[in-house]
């Protein structure tokens, strides 16, 4: 099975600009998670969507929105960029076993925003 | 108190010795726990996973879960310089499908 994907996986940006970031995960799963990896920080969860709908949101800003398709890839769209934003933004993706949940990233997307 | 702690590091060991890495959970509503290992500037990837209480072996890699004591560890023997990464421990509670809560990471040097 092909891992889960995101694109792009580079992007340069400027404060105030909007950016999608997009995610296709693993074939079968239905669930999407999208986190903010920063030094400070550390891995921070933003939300997860199943079957369409969001089931889980972090504590972040409405600046940061999603959405899933019936295909199960999910979009991440961050408007008015600041500095701050700067980030790995990783995609993960899980299928559930009973209550058994295991969830497999993929390469993320390195924003920078200037 | 954060809902996922781990040792701090950075912790090194010599190549051939026995890694431990723990990690402390507050949840207890926590049902699935899992150990990424994370190269530098690379995503997390999935070492292992578990479940239930006891001792899960993978290899050289062990991981251990002691839901009680709200408590997991990893053990990863014959210790490999390819090994130094940094390791996160995850946790899924049973009321966050879908949400990992992350501790900060223990970065781990295999010293050959």
């Known amino acids: 099975k092909a891992g889960v994907t995101q694109t792009p996986r580079y992007l340069i940006k400027t404060r105030g600009q909007q950016v999608t970031l997009s995610c296709s995960p693993i074939?079968?799963?239905?669930?999407v998670s999208w986190y903010q990896q920063t030094p400070g920080q550390g891995l921070q969860f933003l939300f997860e969507?199943?079957?369409?709908?969001?089931?889980n949101k972090g504590n972040f800003p409405g600046r940061f929105s999603g959405r899933q398709f019936s295909n199960s890839r999910s979009e991440m769209n961050v408007s008015t960029l600041e500095l701050g934003d700067s980030a790995l933004y990783l995609c993960?993706?899980?299928?559930?076993?009973?209550?058994?949940?295991?969830?497999?990233f993929g390469p993320g997307t390195r924003l920078l925003v200037l | 108190q954060k809902e996922v702690e781990q040792n701090s590091g950075p912790l090194s060991v010599p190549e051939g010795a026995i890694a431990s890495l723990n990690c402390t959970y507050s949840?207890?509503?926590?049902?699935?726990f899992f150990w990424y290992r994370q190269y530098s500037g690379k995503s997390p990837e999935l070492i292992m996973s578990?479940?239930?209480?006891g001792d899960k072996e993978d290899g050289r890699f062990t991981a251990q879960l002691n839901k009680a004591s709200q408590y997991v560890s990893l053990l990863i023997r014959d210790s490999q310089p390819s090994d130094s990464a940094t390791y996160l421990c995850?946790?899924?509670?049973?009321?966050?499908?879908?949400?990992?809560?992350f501790g900060d990471g223990t970065t781990l040097t295999v010293k050959p």
């Open positions: 995850a946790v899924i509670s049973n009321t966050n499908a879908g949400k990992s809560t």
């Open positions: 578990i479940y239930s209480n």
């Open positions: 949840d207890r509503g926590s049902q699935s």
């Open positions: 074939s079968g799963h239905r669930s």
């Open positions: 969507y199943f079957s369409e709908t969001q089931r």
């Open positions: 993960a993706s899980s299928q559930l076993a009973g209550s058994q949940e295991t969830q497999y």
